[in-house]
Structure formats: structure tokens, C-alpha cells
């Protein structure tokens, strides 16, 4: 019940920009797509979030296409630290359930030297 | 600013046995609280999620509760552990709908 699609793995050399997709053809019109990531081990970190206009901060870009219905996180200069798997949520509110999420399997991003 | 606590940070049981994990979060008030589970090798699953104090929606049926006894408080109990409550367990909290912050997660192992 996860609603996108992410592929399972990918990699990138360190200092390039890593683009991670993700399809989420059937988000409706209120829903956000968020984006987690977690390292082995550790609680999933918080990116960064969009719902229409593309997004920027210290850690990442956010590009949503035009109909929503698929986005790119970008790592504009990878490192090793940013080995991780990466969650492309869409944010399902239904009536009282505020805010929740629901995770899928992710993309394994492996950075190598 | 905000922080949200966990513990114990791994815990091994023995099947049978009673659970309770522990969650806390600092620098805010009336927060919605979150539990998940992370089974090796899957994705996040949402267990319970709360609104207030006292207000707990269960996502899944399964062999655990949760309780909320203090505003920023959360609490994850099993009376009888199963092999299969083996898992990840990650507490969140968001402002209303606002984006959800997890903590650093339970391992839980039971034998």
C-alpha cells in the first residue's frame, strides 16, 4: 500500500550528483511526496518534502514533475556518507489518521570512492 | 529545539516474556506520536499512532499495545512475546500533520 515506486538499488561515485526517481502516478491532488532516508541500523532521517514547485535545502533538491506523478531527489555532490537506503513517501491523510505514512522498500544507494 | 528518545537501544527476549519499550520527546507539546517496525530486510510498517494523551489508533491487528500516559510519552507493551515481534522499533513524532521525526530505534530479538 505504499503508492510509489522506487528502483531497489543504485550507485554513484563520490562527488557526483546522485538522481534518485521515483513514480507516484496515482498521488492525488493533497498529498505530498516526502523523501527519508536511513542508514544500516538508524531511525530514517527526514530530506525534504514538495508538493508542487520543486525544492531545495542544505541536503538535497526535490524536482516534481508537472503532473505529479513522478519526482527526483538529487544529491547535488555525493559522498560516502550518503550510503543509504532512500524512501519516496506520498502522505495519505484519511480522516482522523493525521499525517501518517506509509513506508515501501526504498532505493539502496551505494556511494563508492 | 526538539528531541525524541528511545529505550533500551537493543533488547533480547525470550518468547513468552513481557515487553516494554519506551519513547519520549523534548522541546514540544501535544505532538502525534508514532510506533513502527522494520523486519529485516522490509520497509517501515505504522503499529500505533496517537493524537492525545490517552488516544491510541491500532493500525494492525498483532500481539502488542500501545499507551500513551503523558503528553509526550509513548509506550509499546507485549504480555507475551512472539518469535515473529522480532524487528526495528521506531518511534516518530510530528506537529499534527507536519512532517514525522524518528527516533534512534529499539532492536528487538526474541528467542
Known amino acids: 500500500d505504499a503508492k510509489t515506486t522506487q528502483p531497489p538499488s543504485m550507485d554513484c561515485a563520490e562527488g557526483r550528483a546522485a538522481n534518485l526517481p521515483c513514480n507516484h502516478s496515482t498521488i492525488s491532488g493533497n498529498e505530498y511526496v516526502y523523501w527519508y532516508r536511513q542508514i544500516h541500523s538508524q531511525g530514517p532521517q527526514y530530506i525534504i518534502h514538495g508538493l508542487k514547485n520543486n525544492e531545495t535545502n542544505e541536503m538535497a533538491s526535490l524536482i516534481i514533475t508537472e503532473d505529479r506523478k513522478s519526482s527526483t531527489l538529487i544529491l547535488p555532490h555525493a559522498t560516502l556518507r550518503d550510503t543509504a537506503v532512500y524512501y519516496c513517501i506520498v502522505r495519505i491523510d484519511r480522516g482522523s489518521t493525521l499525517g501518517r505514512l506509509y513506508f515501501g522498500r526504498g532505493t539502496q544507494l551505494t556511494v563508492w570512492p | 529545539s526538539q528531541t525524541i528518545h528511545q529505550w533500551p537501544a537493543t533488547l533480547v527476549q525470550p518468547v513468552g516474556s513481557p515487553l516494554s519499550l519506551e519513547c519520549t520527546v523534548e522541546?514540544?507539546?501535544?505532538?502525534?506520536l508514532y510506533w513502527y517496525r522494520q523486519a529485516a530486510g522490509r520497509g517501515l510498517q505504522l503499529l500505533f499512532y496517537?493524537?492525545?494523551?490517552?488516544?491510541i489508533s491500532s493500525e494492525v491487528p498483532q500481539n502488542l499495545s500501545a499507551s500513551r500516559p503523558q503528553d509526550r510519552q509513548f509506550i509499546l507493551s507485549s504480555k507475551k512475546l512472539l518469535l515473529s515481534d522480532s524487528g526495528f522499533y521506531l518511534c516518530?513524532?510530528?506537529?499534527?500533520?507536519?512532517?514525522?521525526?524518528f527516533g534512534p530505534g529499539t532492536r528487538l530479538l526474541v528467542l
Open positions: 516518530a513524532w510530528s506537529r499534527g500533520q507536519e512532517t514525522q521525526y
Open positions: 522541546g514540544t507539546s501535544n505532538p502525534n
Open positions: 496517537s493524537v492525545g494523551i490517552g488516544q
